[in-house]
């Protein structure tokens, strides 16, 4: 089994259109999302349109829950405030009333899915450290959990012959053959913030017991020209070229 896991979209059309063209040609069976379809970008109605259409297992983000009016944007900046306030004018019911049917996580046959946190995800907390992690880490009732919030993608994993020490790695290929338990930041589809403006996803093959995440170059000009013709900050186009 092959799974497709899309980090952060974010309304990034011509991002996820780039990478749901890539996954097609990894033979991907199952598409996966960690959440933030919307907010920053300037197409939401067209990448929920996207998942909607391919039967994708979503989670619920923060700026999606924002955008429905189920979380309160008092830690969001004026960027994303002005993006999450645009992006509500602009769904449509059913785009709302799908947002607001997201769980929060998700467990399928072989991985588990959450936006920011597995143990308390309703908080949209960061894991940023191994300290972070160790909560997630001692719930996860599959191998492989898979996050993405931060924008940033890396590996907390604790290891069969060291199952009480947490580690990490940035690494974009995780073997999991010594791998007891994994959780996987992919980074993001459609704002990625580790300085490389390359759209971001992860692969994870079951029969090879492995995960990479791929980098892939897309058309930034025609997203960064969408969001300026929104009427959106145009930091949020500017940014897209810096990966940050």
Not at 77 to 88: F, P
Not at 139 to 166: N, Q, Y
Not at 174 to 191: M, P, T, W
Not at 204 to 223: A, G, P, Q
Request: hydrophobic content about 40%; aromatic content about 6%; some cysteine.
């Amino acid at each position: 089994m092959k799974y497709g896991i899309l980090g952060d979209i974010h309304a990034n059309l011509s991002a996820l259109d780039t990478v749901l063209q890539a996954l097609q040609r990894d033979g991907a069976d199952v598409i996966v999302s960690v959440g933030d379809v919307v907010g920053y970008g300037a197409a939401p109605k067209e990448c929920i349109a996207r998942l909607r259409e391919i039967g994708a297992h979503v989670v619920l983000g923060n700026h999606d829950a924002a955008s429905i009016g189920r979380l309160d944007m008092i830690y969001f900046n004026q960027y994303a405030k002005e993006a999450v306030l645009w992006t509500q004018r602009v769904l449509s019911k059913s785009d709302k009333d799908w947002l607001a049917a997201l769980p929060l996580t998700r467990h399928l046959d072989h991985c588990s899915v959450a936006h920011g946190t597995l143990h308390r995800p309703e908080l949209f907390d960061y894991i940023q450290t191994t300290d972070d992690a160790d909560p997630s880490l001692d719930i996860m009732p599959l191998p492989v959990c898979f996050v993405g919030h931060s924008h940033v993608p890396v590996t907390l994993l604790r290891l069969r012959d060291e199952p009480d020490r947490t580690a990490y790695t940035p690494d974009p290929e995780i073997e999991l053959g010594d791998v007891l338990r994994a959780l996987v930041n992919v980074g993001s589809v459609g704002q990625p913030r580790d300085e490389d403006p390359r759209t971001a996803y992860a692969l994870f093959d079951t029969e090879l017991n492995r995960v990479e995440i791929k980098r892939l170059v897309y058309d930034i000009d025609r997203e960064a020209a969408r969001i300026r013709a929104a009427g959106l900050p145009r930091m949020l186009a500017d940014r897209l070229y810096l990966g940050v």
